[in-house]
């Protein structure tokens, strides 16, 4: 399975021009799309599920091009789970799911059989009777995602899967999907950067309509590398005077007091060390480096 993005532009009526002339050539396994809110991660991929016309650019999925009157074959290929989605709000998890297999044309037992395996995955078995309207947020998240894996697409395409999912489910999503990749792409889009550190080796980072990184999740936190320093204070009071002084980007309760974490080309002229860059850090450092430029 193959996804090349050529030259991509989508321009609203409105001359919001979300995705400007993007190239991506998406790659086997699971590859994150992180970017702020407006980014334009929604509009690319509703442009690579066919929902969308991009204003100029190609799209190609196996080498098949998008709207040379093949988007039917296209569409077979691929699952997708939007950002908001509302099923069936009166049919029960099961039915639901059962309907949405019929209308995929996948074979009745074949059907249940997923079904079973999934709600058990997702640690839905137990909520399968509750009828739609009756699930949490997360639930539903859980739902949403099961109709997207049902017919086993070769291309899936997920927006915040993990919205509304406690830790432990978040982790459950993560570990599935890493496992429905193997031999398959899955399009991970996300503003949840331990969502992509937990399951990408590469991603692209996505900031007004272009992408302001594509690459191995490696490189970008190499480029953060000698960057990131970590100062121990006893209270906030102390965290917010380096706040005042420098680029901070967290700060953390400790035994001790805490820990605040500064973005510095230097050394910072205080008592600090180089940490274990994360992909926060690096996540961070790129949006400050592309902001000063
Ligand atoms: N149908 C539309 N008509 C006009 N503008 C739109 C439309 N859809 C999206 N936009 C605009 O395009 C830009 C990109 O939006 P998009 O939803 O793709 O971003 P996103 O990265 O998915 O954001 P989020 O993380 O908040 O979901 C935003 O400025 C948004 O307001």
Redesign the pocket.
């Known amino acids: 399975m193959s996804v090349n993005i050529k030259n991509v532009t989508?321009t609203?009526?409105?001359q919001?021009?979300?995705?400007d002339h993007v190239n991506l050539e998406i790659p086997h396994g699971v590859y994150g799309l992180l970017?702020?809110?407006?980014?334009?991660?929604?509009?690319?991929?509703?442009v690579l599920t066919t929902v969308l016309t991009p204003s100029d650019g190609e799209v190609y999925l196996d080498g098949i091009r998008y709207g040379t009157g093949k988007d039917e074959v296209i569409r077979q290929k691929i699952g997708y789970l939007p950002?908001e989605l509302n099923l069936y709000p009166g049919l029960s998890v099961q039915d639901c799911l059962e309907y949405l297999g019929e209308l995929s044309g996948i074979p009745k037992e074949e059907c249940k059989k997923r079904i079973r395996y999934y709600l058990e995955k997702t640690g839905l078995t137990n909520h399968r009777k509750k009828k739609m309207r009756q699930l949490s947020g997360g639930m539903k998240r859980r739902v949403g995602l099961i109709q997207a894996l049902l017919n086993e697409p070769e291309f899936l395409i997920v927006?915040?899967p993990t919205t509304g999912l406690d830790p432990e489910e978040r982790v459950r999503i993560r570990n599935l999907l890493v496992d429905f990749s193997e031999g398959r792409t899955v399009l991970f889009?996300t503003?949840v950067v331990e969502d992509i550190a937990a399951t990408c080796s590469k991603l692209a980072v996505?900031r007004k309509?272009s992408f302001l990184y594509t690459g191995t999740v490696q490189a970008l936190l190499s480029r953060a590398k000698g960057k990131i320093w970590t100062a121990n204070v006893a209270d906030d009071t102390e965290a917010k005077r380096l706040e005042k002084q420098y680029r901070t980007t967290s700060k953390q309760y400790t035994e001790e007091g805490m820990t605040v974490k500064i973005i510095s080309d230097v050394k910072p002229d205080i008592d600090c060390t180089q940490p274990k860059i994360t992909l926060e850090d690096a996540y961070l450092y790129l949006m400050m480096e592309k902001k000063k430029q």
């Open positions: 989508v609203f009526k409105n919001v021009r979300a995705v970017g702020e809110n407006g980014a334009g991660k929604t509009t690319l991929m509703r950002q927006d915040e889009s503003h996505m309509g």
